[in-house]
């Protein structure tokens, strides 16, 4: 298992300057400059490419990826051009509601998700046929509507959680949920009905299994034939759906930032490239790689304690 992780490592090596530079190149391209970000339109052309040159965004962006990427891997993520403030310093500060989005959607998402596949496979009948229906009636409903469907129904009508903002865990454990109520269910809706329907296939392709068979032909407790045996072999495909979708809610907790005007990284995000503000782009892009490449290797890990044969190729 330790080769394994060793060279899932090596590989992300390569993978994070190939994305990082992607993303610098086109954050270049981008329309207008940090200094007209900065100066704004009533600047003048000559005192644009004067910011820009004490900036050094002057300079081809070959090279500001190389002086950038010489930094980096001394672990110097720069500055951010706009404040002045060190990028690791501003991700640390937003880091908290960006994982408190993800981790609480993912959280609901395996609880809900997992429970009613199961239930559905297991049950059968009439409660197969309404998970399936369910998934695919919310799986179809966009995100956005859906947030700000929520919204009114339980922050503006029934007031029962906030609209938006972000309460730090330190000051209050009970706002914090509160705060992430909202966000964190509209997250966690859509791509829990899709663990739900691969939870179900899986769980139905086990039970018509000839071991499952044998067992239940030799006297097996159903109940431990579902805990022991079918969930077990279900289990790994079901694993790599579930990180995939959290791969995805890291990407959704952009959405969720901007509609709820929550302080987190994806609104960073969104600021960042609207002032060309280069270094923290570059920090945030190796960020989210470096959390996809985590996300993967504890699956790789989690395979392979189920099924040491994975870990063995």
Same mark, same amino acid.
């Given at each position: ?11 992300? &090596? ?5 994305? !990082?530079?992607? #993303? ?12 007209? /970000? ?11 490419? $004067? ?25 110097? +993520?720069? !500055? ?19 994982? /408190? ?10 609880? *809900?998700?997992?429970? !009613? ?17 369910? %998934? ?15 919204? @009114? *129904? ?27 109520? +909202?966000?964190?269910?509209?997250? %966690?809706?859509? $791509?829990?009905?899709?663990? &739900?329907?691969? =939870?179900?296939? $899986? ?21 431990? *034939?579902?805990?022991?045996? *079918? ?11 579930? /990180?995939?979708?959290? @791969?995805?809610?890291?990407?959704? =907790? ?39 490449? @985590? #996300?993967? +290797? ?16």
């Amino acid at each position: 298992m330790l080769g394994v992780i060793v060279r899932r490592l090596l590989l992300a &090596a390569p993978l994070m300057v190939i994305i !990082s530079l992607i #993303v610098f190149v086109l954050g270049s391209l981008a329309p207008g400059s940090v200094a007209e /970000s900065m100066l704004g339109s009533s600047a003048t052309p000559e005192a644009v490419r $004067e910011l820009n040159r004490q900036l050094g965004a002057d300079q081809p962006v070959l090279v500001q990826y190389w002086s950038w990427l010489q930094r980096a891997v001394a672990g110097d +993520l720069s !500055s951010s051009i706009v404040s002045g403030r060190p990028v690791t310093e501003l991700l640390a500060a937003r880091l908290p509601v960006t994982l /408190s989005l993800a981790v609480g959607a993912l959280l609901l998402v395996i609880v *809900i998700g997992v429970c !009613s596949g199961m239930v559905a496979a297991v049950r059968g009948g009439f409660a197969g046929r309404v998970v399936e229906v369910l %998934a695919v009636l919310v799986r179809g409903l966009p995100t956005f509507w859906l947030a700000m469907i929520a919204g @009114v *129904i339980f922050g503006v009508n029934l007031m029962w959680v906030p609209v938006s903002g972000y309460v730090p865990f330190g000051d209050s454990p009970s706002d914090w949920a509160l705060s992430l109520a +909202l966000p964190v269910g509209v997250l %966690a809706f859509g $791509e829990a009905a899709l663990v &739900a329907i691969v =939870t179900r296939a $899986e769980m139905l392709a086990a039970m018509r299994s000839d071991y499952v068979r044998s067992l239940r032909a030799n006297g097996y407790p159903w109940k431990r *034939i579902v805990f022991k045996h *079918i969930a077990k072999n279900a289990a790994g495909p079901v694993l790599t759906m579930i /990180s995939l979708v959290f @791969v995805g809610l890291l990407g959704g =907790t952009i959405l969720m930032e901007q509609i709820f005007a929550m302080p987190g990284l994806g609104s960073q995000m969104v600021t960042s490239t609207a002032n060309h503000d280069l270094p923290v782009i570059q920090g945030l892009a190796v960020f989210y790689t470096a959390m996809v490449v @985590v #996300v993967f +290797l504890l699956t790789d890990v989690a395979h392979g304690l189920l099924n040491p044969k994975v870990m063995a190729r």
